[in-house]
């Protein structure tokens, strides 16, 4: 049977299993919205799975941002950018390279971003090396790169020594050899080991470096300029891509960076999905020039310190009660680890009944051992609905324990040494 067959089979597969916990495919109810909760089948619940985690969408003056653009210019400028781009997308430009210190286009979606940049900057003489966690959008971008002929490898996660191996082989035969991996990994929060990558890129000529950082913005760093600039700065060999509808709150559309101009106007200009699809919506550019004002002044750190306290709150929690967590590293996502599919579904199914909606992460997504609960914290979850949230989880865990039996949880997420288990996400 054909690989996309034998996903869908999988898929299907988990979709059924999860079918009797209300925990996947559902929808919420018609209620307005309160920030912090989430509304689905007549249930008010604790929302644990929203990845606005700066809260930033519900900013008063994001929210007016977004309706006046309306008012005064149409939900979009409908037409591909190839001909003429809305006047938000050149304020928003300048703002996000003022912001980010380097130069920076806009694009619709990191989806997009992430194909435009990757097809159009490797060569097809170039090789690509992914981290297997590496975000699906990127794999699916490295997928169209070896359409052009760019070899392709995989690696464990956030292996460095079989990253070095592979620099030093493929250099004898490549003209560049590049490293795709996320700034910080969407499935567990744990991070790319920076400051390796950043030694690797200095020692070796030929070594160039990709970093989607969707969940490393906003939340740390000078102007909110994310875990990985703060870390490593931009290296010159270096493609950051962010997300703006994460911790920016803008509702959508991404930040491209590369600190050279003419690279810069590549992606801009020739990228197909920029020429042939239709460009950001007003909505989604007015409320981003709003969120890089509110980045660009001093607020972004009383925001960000606001934040930071709920994590810890959430890990000294967790820690006190003695649940399994994946790292504990300041971090949007949080993952406690339950090591089997099914158990971790009945989990997420009893947090549902007690009043909390968090992320269950199992097989087909990651292998069945590396299952989790995944929590992510923001800023519209209040102090005591983090501690609430993880004193019914660990009661609820050890009910777990009970029904399944305790499983082996000794394996994680984040230096994986299961390769071949893995699909891609
Ligand atoms: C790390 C990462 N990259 C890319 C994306 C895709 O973002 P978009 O919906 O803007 O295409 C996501 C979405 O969740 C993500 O977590």
């Known amino acids: 049977m054909k690989d996309g067959l034998m996903d869908f089979e999988k898929g299907m597969m988990a979709i059924n299993a999860t079918a009797p916990y209300n925990i996947t495919l559902q929808t919420t109810d018609d209620t307005p ?29 994001i929210k007016e941002a977004a309706i006046d653009a309306i008012r005064n210019y149409g939900l979009m400028q409908c037409n591909s950018r190839a001909y003429v781009s809305s006047h938000f997308y050149g304020i928003l430009e300048e703002k996000m390279t003022q912001m980010m210190g380097a130069p920076t286009a806009v694009l619709r979606t990191t989806t997009y971003a992430n194909m435009s940049a990757i097809t159009l900057m490797v060569d097809s003489k170039d090789a690509i090396v992914v981290d297997q966690l590496v975000h699906n959008s990127v794999q699916m971008s490295a997928g169209m790169a070896a359409l052009q002929g760019t070899k392709i490898e995989k690696i464990k996660h956030n292996d460095m020594v079989a990253l070095e191996e592979r620099i030093i082989e493929l250099s004898k035969k ?11 990994y969407s499935t567990n929060g744990d991070y790319a080991p920076h400051e390796a990558i950043k030694s690797l890129l200095d020692k070796y000529d030929q070594f160039y470096c990709y970093c989607d950082e969707a969940w ?19 290296h010159p060999k ?14 959508g559309a991404a930040a ?5 101009e003419f690279r810069l106007k590549v992606v801009k200009f020739m990228s197909p999905v920029q020429v042939f699809s239709g460009p950001a919506t007003n909505t ?142």
């Open 216 to 234: 490393g913005l906003s939340w740390t760093g000078k102007n909110g300029t994310g875990v990985t600039l703060e870390k490593m700065g931009l």
């Open 33 to 61: 919205i309160v920030p912090g909760d989430i509304h689905i089948n007549g249930r008010r619940m604790k929302f644990f799975g929203n990845c606005d985690y700066m809260g930033l969408q519900d900013d008063p003056r």
């Open 284 to 425: 989604v550019l007015a409320a981003a020039c709003t969120s890089a004002d509110i980045h660009l002044s001093d607020e972004i750190y009383t925001m960000q310190n606001d934040f930071k306290e709920r994590v810890l709150l959430a890990q000294s929690t967790a820690k006190s009660l003695k649940l399994p967590l994946d790292h504990e590293l300041m971090s949007p996502v949080m993952y406690v680890k339950v090591g089997d599919s099914a158990k971790t579904f009945y989990i997420a199914g009893e947090l549902v009944k007690a009043g909390f909606f968090c992320n269950a992460s199992a097989y087909p997504s990651i292998p069945n051992k590396l299952s989790g609960i995944r929590i992510i914290i923001n800023r519209y979850v209040s102090h005591e609905d983090i501690k609430h949230l993880f004193i019914a989880l660990s009661e609820i865990y050890a009910q777990a324990d009970t029904l399944f039996g305790e499983t082996d949880i000794s394996a994680t997420l984040q230096y994986t040494k299961t390769l071949d288990s893995f699909v891609h996400r």
């Open 238 to 251: 270096m493609i950051l891509v962010t997300s703006l509808e994460k911790g920016f709150g803008a509702g």
């Open 174 to 184: 490549y003209q560049r050899i590049w490293y795709l991996f996320d700034g910080v």
């Open 256 to 260: 491209v960076v590369i600190p050279d």
